[in-house]
């Protein structure tokens, strides 16, 4: 393993470019929008600022604010990303990384002599992990569990390297918007390899992780589990600028996307449980998530303008066996965002700014104008100079584009 001093010359070599942005590289979830737009909104605005994430995800906007010098909080109803964007966030003194880098060690070479843990209850495993690679994931985690609670900081960057080093073995492909697996199977492919293309690949994910998290974030950040339709545990009127990109009506179930690390790390323990918490969170539809869809009746107080009818006129009227299901999610989608944009002004300081990063989507050859309704929905909760900027286009297809929704409290 290089040795701690020289990780640390690396990290203090770079601090000029922030690198402790690097940690966004520990688990992406492909941001739907990048730490650059994020930075750019950041660079407009003067002095210290209190930033506002109510969808934080992979905590991008956070640690971008942190790293820049500002405090900054977020919310999350996936307990697990609460813990990864607070692991990111966390400030790590040289005497944990140097503890971290020695359990890495023995428990890459098994030092401990300890169980392997039993696979957890993912449904098609075999699809995930050829059978070396569920086995040596399966000690490095036994290891990992083993550490004792006083070195909760190490076993947190360990869990992270862990989750690398599950998706590096795994035959999942991430590079589209949701995963799918390689056609050929590692499986074959391995059968000319060697089992040694398997082990050490915990260690080197230790070092890459231990690398970045030597440079600490400026400012503050801090993730909370909290579900932001309600926003409860935040006080009133303490944020000058809000920087996010909630879920898109796009049917994307983070739930799905993120299973394998939720099931590694025990944030899942059986399949139902992934429905239960899709149907909880804004957007996605998975499992038990999809089928309730077709009974839910929009709350008394829902929002309605010309421009959603119309779309959900639309989609239940196609000839599509499923129009009418669609059309309830694009409803419950916006009765969702709609509880949120009436609780968010409490939050914010007066004068403050707010920046959605939302992007349109199509059902069969339905448009929802996802950031025209956001517009309205800012306008009618007492918003000003709401406009709608264009950012850039979403994939080869027509007319899907991302855009930035801005508002300002009075
Ligand atoms: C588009 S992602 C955020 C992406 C993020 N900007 C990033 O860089 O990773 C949307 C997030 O909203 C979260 N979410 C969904 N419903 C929520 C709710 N009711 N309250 C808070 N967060 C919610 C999801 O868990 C997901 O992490």
């Known amino acids: 393993m290089a040795s701690l001093s020289h990780t640390r010359q690396r990290a203090d070599l770079t601090f000029k470019h922030n690198m402790s942005e690097a940690r966004h590289g520990w688990l992406r979830l492909t941001p739907a929008y990048s730490v650059k737009l994020v930075k750019e909104i950041l660079a407009a605005r003067e002095g210290k600022l209190r930033v506002l994430d109510p969808f934080s995800g992979t905590a991008t906007t956070t640690l971008s604010a942190a790293s820049h010098g500002h405090s900054a909080c977020s919310c999350d109803i996936n307990p697990f990303l609460v813990w990864l964007g607070n692991t990111k966030l966390a400030s ?20 401990e002599g300890v169980l392997p843990v039993t696979p957890p209850p993912i449904s098609f495993i075999e699809r995930w992990w050829d059978p070396d690679s569920l086995k040596y994931l399966c000690r490095i985690k036994a290891g990992i569990d083993n550490i004792d609670h006083i070195h909760g900081q190490s076993r947190d960057l360990l869990l992270i390297a862990f989750c690398r080093t599950l998706i590096e073995l795994s035959n999942a492909s991430f590079g589209h918007q949701s995963v799918s697996f390689h056609k050929k199977t590692k499986t074959t492919q391995r059968l000319f390899w060697n089992t ?50 909630p879920p898109y009506p796009n049917r994307m179930s983070y739930i799905r996307e993120l299973r394998p690390y939720m099931f590694w ?12 918490m899709d149907w909880q969170a804004i957007g996605g539809t998975w499992g038990i998530a999809t089928s309730r869809l077709s ?26 066996k499923s129009g009418p299901l669609l059309s309830n999610y694009v409803a419950k989608y916006f009765d969702d965002m709609w509880q949120h944009f009436r609780v968010v002004s409490r939050v914010m300081k007066p004068r403050s ?7 349109n989507s199509k059902f069969y050859q339905c448009m929802v104008h996802a950031e025209i309704i956001f517009a309205e929905m800012l306008r009618q909760t007492g918003f000003e100079d709401v406009e709608i900027k264009q950012l850039r286009k979403r994939n080869s297809k027509k007319e899907l584009y991302e855009f930035d929704v801005i508002a300002h409290r009075q």
């Open 92 to 111: 790590y003194a040289e005497e944990v990384l140097r503890k971290t880098a020695q359990l890495a060690e023995s428990i890459e070479y098994g030092k």
């Open 196 to 245: 040694t293309g398997i082990e050490g690949a915990f260690l080197e994910n230790t070092r890459q992780v231990l690398s970045s998290a030597a440079d600490n974030p400026a400012g503050m950040g801090q993730v909370m589990e909290c579900d932001a339709r309600h926003l409860s545990n935040l006080p009133d009127e303490s944020f000058d600028l809000l920087i996010t990109s």
């Open 265 to 276: 790390l025990g944030y899942l323990k059986e399949a139902r449980e992934a429905g239960e």
């Open 295 to 320: 009974d839910w009746i929009p709350l008394e107080s829902s929002f309605f303008s010309p421009t959603l009818g119309e779309s959900l006129t639309a989609i239940a009227n196609t000839n599509a």
């Open 353 to 359: 700014e707010l920046h959605y990063v939302i992007g």
